[in-house]
């Protein structure tokens, strides 16, 4: 039991969030569901969230100047509750659901617009509409909590005037009540909230906080008190279940509390067709066969699912790809698939030619790796390159084959070769390779002077069993031309030694 | 008779000298998805293009809304350059919506700039889960100045496909802006030291890892210069991204990415995510935090607030910003960011 209420530190302020979320919003849904004005929220976070970008637009930074934009947002949503409280129409002519769908509409419109000419991007959307519940910080929550409890208690104050206007505003105006007044000093106050709920957890997450347990709590209650007690209790258990299983799940905080809350009310609608159902065993019945309609629906939408290729047609076909990368990802995926060798060999050769260096020197390598017999000739040719990298791989190749003829044309080909760097490297293989003759050219090198002459004195003097200093070229040269016949590679050694004898 | 002749000499050289003022005057119109690309095309290019960027600087790459003047612009465009690698997607709305014949795929007017460039986290890997947020590999991938030299080489192979005429002068001016970025990276002294391959050279040693070391052995260290003796200091000092966004920038100047703050674009990480970065960060003593400009910057403050690392807000392209009004400025802003941050 203590595990189960158990919830790591770092968890405790998101948790606070919901739970304040729940108890301004659980109240709030009350009136918005009586009122038919689902979408109020949404309508006002997109007018707070203009605010904002038109303080952005107008030279505030977001993270920076968060007094002057939370101003804007609010100055925003102030006049939002105007708009909404002078349409409100007697006798429906037009549903006040139509002019909030409106205004809905037309300050995303307006956001985006606004956007297109600011520093911020669509993300700044992206971010209003999802939140980011995790990052709520310890101050931010208190802060609010406070907030809220000042509303909730004008609310409090003033409950019979605003249950009669949002309940039965024609009796309320009967009443003498100023109907107008005090619907803007509703919307002002919920805007306010909005403005921040939507700041913290989003639009999606205050949308649902605001509307669902009030509906489930509606399917089981006539009575308002009952209503609030069922809200509040649900919402706060949800909400702790919601924060704890994205803590053990890992899966995103806030969508995860949006669905749980779903869950919720699809409970809360199960046991009201249950509790007013006729029959026990027909309701039974009933559900029994909506639960296999879902699970076929479900299944069939999974059995559908793309079936899985196979990996090695998957890197095939990927070899075909009009991105190169994916063409090296493909490349590199065929290394797990020795025993295929014969179905990729021919299209790795082709990718040899490939028009991206990266692509030739991946295919390069893969074919070096298995020692594909074939494909050396035309990975030699590949010595003239353009890319560097493309030659450096060649040699790398010609390594791995360790085939003495390829040593003859890395010879010719480092004579032309005008980078130094890469033309020791390459008179470095021929060595490896067994190619004596690379010993004067290296030496001529080092009298070629500069700063590669160290580096070619390094790589030539661990290559031959004859030590000379930097400065005895001449007698490198000299041991080379009398012991030309007689050189022997030994290969544990990595040197060329003269034969006695 | 000779009238008639000395009449058709002047036509003919009318016509000549039209022709030529012509081709003289006649622009190439490129178009661009990214701003760092114009730069790059408007290095190579000179006097021989006019080029316009798409997106605005200040915006998130992988997003940008297509605007109507957007596919005007494209109408006209002899060449159409993109970054490629998933990045600008968007891109392919624009000149399918454009309906110019010119910059379709695969035609020499369209060009993937990154092509042979050495790509980062590619999925080598056989597994059943294809889905890969970026299965073409990390974008970004114009934080390294080498990977700029590949783009500037690309373009201007391009350019002069397109415009043989001009070959000459495009082969000139790629040669004076990669040596101008060889020399913003390890300072001209050394380059002139190494001679005509220096910039190849240096570029392998640092790509190896090598160059630090092999300047040592050689008695050089003293000669280098530029972005790499600015980053000398920030050699494996770890740091902390918001998004997967300096990967290339990292590692070119031996920075290394400890973490970064969203798991996944675009989806709220989970709490233990969350947790770990912070932890993270506790442990290694990590200062820095890169938040691209475009995005919100709550996690990172958070993150800031229970570890006392600072907050960099960056940009990410040329132009973005009065600081980064050049690539070379961008690189060297991000630099003194980082530095500034870590001291």
Known sequence: MEQFFYLPSTMIWPLAACLVLTGIHVYLGVHVVARKVIFVDLALAQIAALGTVIGVLLGYEVGKDLTALYLYSLAFTIFGAFIFSATRMKGERVPHEAIIGIVYAVTFAATILVLSKSALGPQELDHIIKGELLWVQGHVVIKTAIIYALVGAFHFIFRKKFMAISFNPEQAEANGINVRLWDFLFYMSFGFVITSSVAIAGVFLVFSYLVIPSVGAMLLSEKLSTRLAIGWTAGAIISFIGVKLSWTTG???????????????LISGISRYLKHAPSIAIAFRN?????????????GVFYFGKPVEKPLDHALQLLSSEASTERQSGIAMLASFPDAQSDWQPLVMKSLHDN??????????????????????????????????????????????????????????????????????????????RKAEAIPLLASMIEDGGIFASDAYDHLQSHVAFTFSIKETGKVKRWYEANRQKLVWNASTGKFAAKEG | MNTRLFLMITLALCIGVVQGSEAQTKKLNVVTTLNYLKYVTEAVGGDHVSVIALANPRQDPHYVTPTPRMNEVTTNADLFIENGLSLDLWAKNVVDASGNPNIGPGSPGHLIATINVPVKELPTEVSRAWGDIHPQGNPHIWLDPFNIKIVAENIGARLKELDPANGDYYDKHLDAFKHRLDE????????????????????????????????????????LGGWMKM?????????????????????????????????????PPPPQHRDDVVALVKREGIKVILNDNFY????????????????????????????????ENLITYLLEKVLQAQS
Request: proline content about 2%; glycine content about 8%; aromatic content about 6%.
């Open chain 2, 231 to 267: 980053a000398l200091p920030l050699q494996g000092k770890k740091i902390i991204s918001y998004h997967k966004t300096y990967v290339y920038f990292a590692d070119r100047f031996g920075l290394s990415i400890a973490g970064e703050l969203e798991e996944k674009p675009g989806i």
């Open chain 1, 356 to 433: 991206d260096a990266e692509v030739r020197k991946a295919a390069i390598g893969l074919l070096s790796r298995f020692q594909v017999v074939t494909a050396e000739k035309e990975i030699l040719a590949l010595l003239s390159d353009k890319s560097d990298d493309v030659r450096q791989a060649v040699l790398g190749a010609a390594k791995a084959y360790g085939d003495q003829d390829a040593g003859t044309v890395i010879l010719q080909s480092a004579q032309k070769e005008d980078d130094p760097e890469m033309k020791i490297e390459m008179l470095e293989t021929a060595l490896l390779l």
């Open chain 1, 287 to 299: 559900l029994a066969g909506g639960a296999i309609v879902v699970a076929l629906f479900i299944g």
């Open chain 1, 251 to 265: 899966l995103p905080t806030s969508p995860l509390v949006v669905v749980l809350l779903a869950t919720g009310l």
């Open chain 2, 296 to 327: 919100a910057t709550d996690a990172a403050d958070y993150v800031a607030s229970k570890t006392g690392a600072k907050v960099i807000v960056t940009y990410l392209d040329v132009w973005a910003n009065e600081d980064v009004s050049t690539y």
């Open chain 2, 184 to 223: 913003k990276m390890f300072g001209s002294e050394l380059l002139d030291l190494l001679g005509k391959k220096g910039g190849d050279i240096l570029t392998r040693k640092a790509k190896d890892g090598d160059l630090v070391s092999w300047l040592a052995s050689r008695h050089l260290d003293s000669k």
